[in-house]
Structure formats: C-alpha cells, structure tokens
C-alpha cells in the first residue's frame, strides 16, 4: 500500500476512526461554536430583516474560529508520537499526509457547520431569499480555503514559541479575501442577490492556494 | 563598499532635506484642501516604497526556496521589515491627512482596507520571524512570504469589487496632477528611496554580523573540549 492514494486513505481513515473513538475535536470545536453564537447573541438582537445582512458574517466568525479548534489538534498527536520523524525517514510523499491531514480536518469542520446550522436558522430566524444550493457551494469552498491554509500552517507553526496562537496570527491574514468572498455570499444568497463573483472568486482562491501548499509542503514537512 | 555608505549616506541626508523643503514650502498650495495637502508628499512615496519592498521580499524568499541561498534570507528579513515600517507610516499619515480633510480619521475604503491586510500579511510573517525557533526558520518564512505574495491579487481584487458593489467615497482618489506636484512628489520618492535603500542595507550588515557570531559561537562549543563548555 506504498501508492499515494493508499497512503492518503489510511491516514484519513487512521485519524477518522481515532477521533470517532474520543470525539475530542468535535466536542470541543462544537462546544465552542456555541459559546461564542450565544455571545453573539448578546450583542446583537436581530430583526429578521436585520440578521439576514449580519448573519453571514457572524456564522463564519463562528466557523473560523471552530476552525481553528480543529487546525490547532491537526499535528499534535503526530508531533506526541514522534510520527513526522517517522514519516520523514519513510520514502512516501509528504504530499499524501498533508491531503490526508486536509481532508481531515475538512470533515471535522464541515460536521461542524451542518450541526450548528440548524442553530443558527432557529437564533437568527433565518430564511435564504436565494437558491439555498448556493450556500451549500459556498460552504464547501469556503471551508476547504480555511482548511488547506490552516493545516499548511499548522505544520509550519509547529516549532515555533507560542504554537496555539500562532496559527491564528498566520491564518487570519492570509484567509482575508476568502473571508470576505465567504461573508458576502453568504449574505448575497440569503438576501436573494447575486454570488457569482464572489463563488469564482473562492474557486480560484482554493485552486490557487491548494496548488502552492501542495508544492512547498515538502518543504515545510523537512524543515520542521 | 564600506566608503560607500557614509557617502551615500551624506548624499540622503541632502536629498531628503531638499524633499522636506520642497513638499513643505517649494511645492505650490492645493487648492482646495490647503496646506493639509503637503503630507501627501510622505503618503504616497512610502506606499510606493513600501510596495517596491515587499516585492523584494518575494523576489528574495523565491530565490532562498530555489537556491538556499542565506544571504537572499537576509535580504527578505531586511525587506520585510523595512517595509513594514514604511507601511506603517502609510497607515499613520493617511488618517493624519484624512480627519482634517474629510472629518474622519478611517473608513473602509478599498485603498486603506488593502494596504491594512498588506500591512497584516507582513507583520505576521515577521512574527513568523520571531516566534519560530527552528533553525530552518528562513525556509518557513520563505514559504509563508510566497503565500503571502500570492494573497495579494486576491485581496486587492475582492476588496475592489467589495467596494464597487457597497460604494464609498474614494480617499485621495485619482485625478490628474499638477505637473509642479508631481516633481515634488517623484523627488520625495527618490529621496525615500535612498533612506529606504541605506536603512536596508544598514540592517543587512548588522543581520549578517549577528548571524556570523552565532555561528561562531556555535563552532566553539562544537569544537571545545569536553568539560570546558560553560
């Protein structure tokens, strides 16, 4: 099972049945996604027709930073189990793990979202005046941008002072024109107004910063 | 080169006395916004200047993921910082010029909002710099200043079309220039430049300095006998 796809399912099957097993990612990504809506909820008291332009934009603040729940635990049972030492000496392509690592996280994060959706449809009374498909698109993209970034910088954060808050300061800056594409789709669709730039732009931005990270993830994967 | 540099430095210090007098009393008054104006002499050549070296820093941080080699490293530190500091003052002289004109200190206009994620993109590499303990930090920010590169077209474009669909009013927006003005402003540039160009090169030798007693230091306590390592 040395072929690239091989090695890319038992990684992503490895670290699926390891997180069914304690639920320790999803619990705590979950948990905290809720905590922060319900502080949303005391800063804003919306109207139906006011949540709809603020809704976007508060459920991808709560998903990135749920996000980041996720993308912190990426590398951390690896880096306890000196796993990266390991895979380093190995002949398989750093390339497998890090799309291992992606999908991964891309499935924590996406379980994420279509659990605290429903919630936020009941808090904020929320109704999409636009083809509800649109934000499931919207949704995939967006969430593939975080995390295709966030496990890239997982890795590189990983020797440095201050790892936990590393990743965010990296992450945040970087992720900006996906955010925005993100916020104000989200916000498009659900007010019945065109998206299709802000789609394109998100497929661009995945197809571009999907490619970069696959080159210099050996990199980063040897230099660590 | 060692001559070089209080020459050059002599030569910037004239050209940036010649700049200050120019934009402050050489340049002719605006018309309608008055003497406020003039800071748009030290806006604009540090944005340009800015942009010209965090363009260096890419340049540079392909070249070390191409050929390793550490002296592009420095120079992509160098230019990291050097521009972050220059927009900085971008960011500082910009709500400096707008309150007086326009009556606000910042709105969410496309050009301030770009140059603040620019600012942001540059500033978390330096932290990369700083927190990375790694003695393969150089390849780590090298990697991220490509990335970081690379997010640039993105962000100036979403934040355009961001702003074409939710219209603001544009802050020093285009518009010909007077031709008097425009001499002003490309003598700033030039002076700013050079300092730019010194101050780099100031904190290349002094990068290079500290790396080399690193490593000097490191070598003597490889090759110390045992027992004499303090």
């Given at each position: 099972?040395?072929?690239?796809?091989?090695?890319?399912?038992?990684?992503?099957?490895?670290?699926?049945?390891?997180?069914?097993?304690?639920?320790?990612?999803?619990?705590?990504?979950?948990?905290?996604?809720?905590l922060?809506?319900v502080?949303f909820?005391f800063?804003?008291?919306?109207?139906?027709?006011?949540?709809r332009?603020?809704?976007?934009g508060?459920?991808?603040?709560?998903?990135?930073?749920?996000?980041?729940?996720?993308?912190?635990?990426?590398?951390?049972?690896?880096?306890?189990n000196?796993v990266?030492?390991?895979?380093?000496v190995?002949?398989?392509?750093?390339?497998?793990l890090?799309?291992?690592?992606t999908?991964?996280?891309?499935i924590?994060?996406?379980?994420?979202?279509?659990?605290?959706?429903?919630?936020?449809?009941?808090?904020?009374r929320?109704r999409?005046?636009?083809?509800a498909?649109?934000?499931?698109?919207?949704?995939?993209?967006?969430?593939w941008?975080?995390?295709?970034?966030?496990?890239?910088?997982?890795a590189?954060?990983?020797?440095?002072?201050?790892?936990?808050?590393?990743?965010?300061?990296?992450?945040?800056?970087?992720?900006?024109?996906?955010?925005?594409?993100?916020?104000?789709?989200?916000?498009?669709?659900?007010?019945?107004?065109?998206?299709?730039?802000?789609?394109?732009?998100?497929?661009?931005?995945d197809?571009?910063?999907?490619?970069?990270?696959?080159?210099l993830?050996?990199?980063?994967?040897?230099?660590? | 080169?060692?001559?070089?540099?209080p020459?050059?430095?002599?030569?910037?210090?004239?050209?940036?006395?010649?700049?200050l007098?120019?934009?402050?009393?050489g340049?002719?008054?605006?018309?309608?916004?008055?003497?406020?104006?003039?800071?748009?002499?030290?806006?604009?050549?540090?944005?340009?200047?800015?942009?010209?070296?965090?363009f260096?820093?890419?340049?540079?941080?392909?070249?070390?993921l191409?050929?390793?080699?550490?002296?592009a490293?420095i120079?992509?530190?160098?230019?990291?910082?050097?521009?972050?500091?220059?927009c900085?003052?971008?960011?500082?002289?910009?709500?400096?010029?707008?309150?007086?004109?326009w009556?606000?200190?910042?709105?969410?206009?496309?050009?301030?909002?770009?140059?603040?994620v620019?600012?942001?993109?540059?500033?978390?590499?330096?932290?990369l710099?700083?927190f990375?303990?790694?003695?393969?930090?150089?390849?780590?920010?090298a990697?991220?200043?490509?990335?970081?590169?690379?997010?640039?077209?993105?962000?100036?474009?979403?934040?355009?079309?961001?702003?074409t669909?939710?219209?603001?009013?544009?802050?020093?927006?285009?518009?010909?220039?007077?031709?008097?003005?425009?001499?002003?402003?490309?003598?700033?540039?030039?002076?700013?430049s050079?300092?730019?160009?010194?101050?780099?090169?100031?904190r290349?030798?002094?990068?290079?300095?500290?790396?080399?007693?690193?490593?000097?230091?490191?070598l003597?306590?490889?090759?110390?006998?045992?027992?004499?390592?303090?």
């Amino acid at each position: 099972m040395t072929a690239p796809t091989g090695i890319t399912r038992v990684t992503l099957l490895k670290d699926l049945r390891l997180e069914w097993r304690s639920k320790d990612a999803i619990n705590s990504m979950l948990f905290f996604s809720l905590l922060v809506v319900v502080v949303f909820s005391f800063s804003f008291d919306p109207s139906a027709e006011e949540s709809r332009q603020i809704a976007g934009g508060l459920i991808w603040v709560a998903f990135l930073f749920a996000a980041v729940v996720a993308l912190n635990q990426t590398w951390a049972r690896e880096l306890r189990n000196q796993v990266l030492d390991a895979y380093r000496v190995s002949p398989a392509p750093a390339n497998s793990l890090f799309i291992a690592k992606t999908l991964g996280n891309f499935i924590f994060v996406t379980v994420l979202e279509a659990l605290m959706t429903p919630l936020f449809v009941v808090f904020y009374r929320l109704r999409a005046l636009g083809p509800a498909w649109q934000l499931l698109l919207v949704a995939v993209l967006g969430t593939w941008a975080l995390v295709v970034n966030g496990t890239f910088f997982a890795a590189m954060s990983l020797r440095t002072r201050s790892r936990e808050i590393m990743l965010p300061l990296l992450l945040f800056p970087i992720s900006i024109p996906a955010l925005l594409a993100m916020v104000q789709s989200t916000t498009a669709i659900l007010n019945g107004e065109g998206a299709r730039f802000w789609i394109v732009l998100l497929v661009t931005y995945d197809l571009v910063f999907t490619t970069v990270c696959l080159l210099l993830f050996e990199t980063v994967l040897n230099a660590e | 080169m060692r001559k070089a540099f209080p020459i050059l430095g002599v030569l910037t210090a004239i050209l940036l006395s010649y700049a200050l007098y120019m934009a402050l009393v050489g340049a002719p008054t605006e018309r309608t916004m008055g003497d406020v104006q003039r800071i748009f002499y030290y806006h604009v050549p540090s944005a340009w200047t800015a942009f010209i070296l965090f363009f260096i820093n890419f340049g540079a941080s392909v070249l070390y993921l191409i050929k390793r080699n550490p002296a592009a490293d420095i120079v992509a530190l160098v230019s990291a910082e050097v521009g972050v500091v220059f927009c900085t003052v971008v960011l500082v002289t910009g709500p400096i010029w707008a309150r007086p004109v326009w009556g606000i200190w910042w709105t969410w206009d496309m050009r301030l909002t770009s140059t603040l994620v620019l600012w942001l993109i540059y500033v978390s590499y330096l932290f990369l710099r700083r927190f990375s303990s790694s003695g393969q930090t150089p390849l780590l920010a090298a990697a991220l200043a490509v990335l970081g590169a690379l997010c640039v077209p993105f962000v100036y474009f979403s934040i355009w079309f961001f702003r074409t669909q939710h219209p603001q009013p544009v802050m020093g927006g285009g518009g010909s220039i007077d031709p008097r003005m425009l001499h002003v402003l490309l003598i700033n540039w030039l002076a700013f430049s050079c300092f730019a160009f010194l101050v780099c090169w100031s904190r290349y030798r002094l990068e290079k300095l500290q790396r080399d007693v690193d490593h000097a230091h490191a070598l003597e306590s490889l090759l110390a006998p045992r027992g004499s390592v303090r």
